[in-house]
């Protein structure tokens, strides 16, 4: 069994509409695992479930082979780092971070070494007589970080930590935290809507939608071979095409043209799905290379990227969104041919 598991979870607040529907998570030790998604999704109510904030109307909570569905929160030693932060403003750090352990009647002794001990490695122990309000955003959030730490939790529970600082601590912090992790082995999930955030720091990413888990893989599987639509979308996939399976890799189009599909994925009906940078141009030098996957479109919008132009070309399949090297551009109006390579069209449910 694995070192955490949810098992079909259930979470209605009105107890009619379920939040959670028949929820199934398994984490392994040390990982570190992200509930993705968008604002309503169920991901902070999972974490809360897993926190014991929320009794779930059904199903369990396991971790290291130990039922903890109805153990109350404070007896779950689970470190908790909020997006707020939540740190005392009267205590200084020292104080802040050795709280947890005055609650657990740690002895004094033991209390300064492990304080100072998590300081260092958090790179607050020259802050240690601060308090919050002289320090910075990033500062204040490795202080929550290290209060978390200090107690040596069997797991890390993080809800959106990063969401109020600014773009470059965002990336300085996330770094950090991926240190630490790492560093100190301990199982984390990581609540977030940030898809560049989750993508850069996890082991493992749960993409939630309506309370469900609708894909849970490596960031690197999610971004390049997603499984329905809903994720695609969420991850920037743009353009969607309806199909239908006629032969081995064959697929035909509303517009009846067939395409070919290099896929593992075998489904009668779904929607072909291609990023706007993997769609190829067809110039001068490539026409008559390509003699499959084939589409011609009139260009409606073009925007100027920095690096690339997009644009949205209107074809007999709809509008596919492409991007262009910025050493030839292209003008709205113009007829462009478009070739979508056959490997990198995803097929999704």
Known sequence: MAFMHLDEINVSYDGK??????????????????????SGCGKTTTLRVIAGFIPPASGKFMLDEEDLTKVPV?????????????LFPHLSV???VAFGLKLRKVGKEEMDERVKEVLEVCGLTELADRFPKQMSGGQRQRV???????????LLLLDEPLSNLDAKLRINMRVEIKRLQKKLGITTIFVTHDQEECFSISDKVAVMNKGVIEQYDSPENIYARPTTEFVARFIGFE???PLKQVGNGQYEAENHQVFSVES????????????????????????????????EG???????????????VMTTLGKLV?????????KTGETLKLYLPPNKVILVK
């Open 144 to 154: 929550a970080l290290a209060r978390a730490l200090v107690i040596r939790p069997k």
């Open 298 to 312: 009139k260009i409606e919008v073009h925007t100027f990227l920095g690096k690339s132009y997009q644009y949205e």
């Open 239 to 241: 353009n969607f095409i």
């Open 264 to 295: 593992d994925r075998n489904f009668e009906m779904c929607k072909g799905t291609i990023r706007p940078d993997d769609i190829q141009i067809v110039n001068d030098e490539t026409e008559g290379i390509f003699t499959e996957n084939m589409i």
């Open 74 to 86: 404070h007896k779950r030693n689970f470190g908790l780092v909020f997006q707020s932060y939540a």
């Open 17 to 38: 509409k379920n939040i959670l529907e028949k929820l199934n998570l398994e984490v392994e030790e040390g990982e570190l695992v992200s509930l993705l998604g968008p």
């Open 94 to 96: 020292y104080d802040n």
């Open 322 to 330: 492409v991007n262009g090297q910025a050493d030839r551009v292209y």
